[in-house]
């Protein structure tokens, strides 16, 4: 899905949109995000100068997310922030580890009792070559209405809009689940008694 084409494909989603161009914000220099950022993350083999700019304004996202989903308790908040991780990522490799700690110790400062409930790290990366589908079918969960709207619409061209995304949704929803039943077939068809060796794994702390 390439996301600057949203608009023009599909300009029935304007939260979603909405939400990606405000997420996508700069950062301004000396803000919060950026002192967070140089004074709080450390890792090696990896310029610090590379990733600040894309950081800083995780850390902005991170924190009006949580502040939404708080008030709300709708995941959405958190998901247009997972999917806007990962369009702004996908041509960059081995982030997942600093964003997964990024997240960590960014809620645990920002909410040092537990008791505010926060956004936890997940990734569509997870998904590998269907991670765009699986976003595309969230997004056709999270905007439903929109596209119930637009189905009842009276002009052509927005029913065609609204129906073309319904049928690569459908479809998309068709492949994954088939490809789920084949997995689920192959797992039920392995010999029940298999000895395999331990992995041994040490860690030098």
Not at 178 to 200: E, T
Request: net charge positive; proline share 2%.
């Amino acid at each position: 899905m390439d996301i600057e084409k949203i608009p023009q494909q599909y300009p029935f989603l304007k939260s979603y949109w909405k939400f990606y161009k405000e997420y996508d914000e700069s950062v301004t220099e000396g803000d919060e995000f950026y002192t967070f950022y140089d004074n709080k993350v450390q890792y090696h083999n990896v310029n610090k100068e590379t990733y600040r700019d894309i950081f800083a304004k995780l850390l902005k996202n991170l924190k009006y997310t949580n502040e939404k989903f708080e008030r709300t308790k709708d995941i959405v908040n958190c998901r247009y922030l997972y999917q806007w991780i990962y369009h702004t990522t996908k041509q960059l490799d081995n982030l997942e580890m600093i964003i997964s700690i990024l997240f960590q110790k960014f809620n645990e400062q920002d909410n040092p009792m537990g008791r505010i409930k926060k956004c936890p790290y997940y990734t569509y990366r997870t998904y590998n070559e269907d991670s765009e589908n699986i976003i595309k079918l969230h997004i056709c969960e999270d905007n439903i209405f929109n596209i119930r709207d637009i189905l009842k619409d009276t002009k052509k061209e927005n029913r065609c809009l609204g129906r073309k995304i319904i049928y690569e949704c459908v479809n998309i929803y068709k492949k994954i689940n088939a490809i789920n039943l084949m997995i689920n077939v192959h797992q039920m068809l392995k010999p029940k008694h298999q000895h395999r060796q331990k992995m041994k794994i040490k860690i030098d702390l």
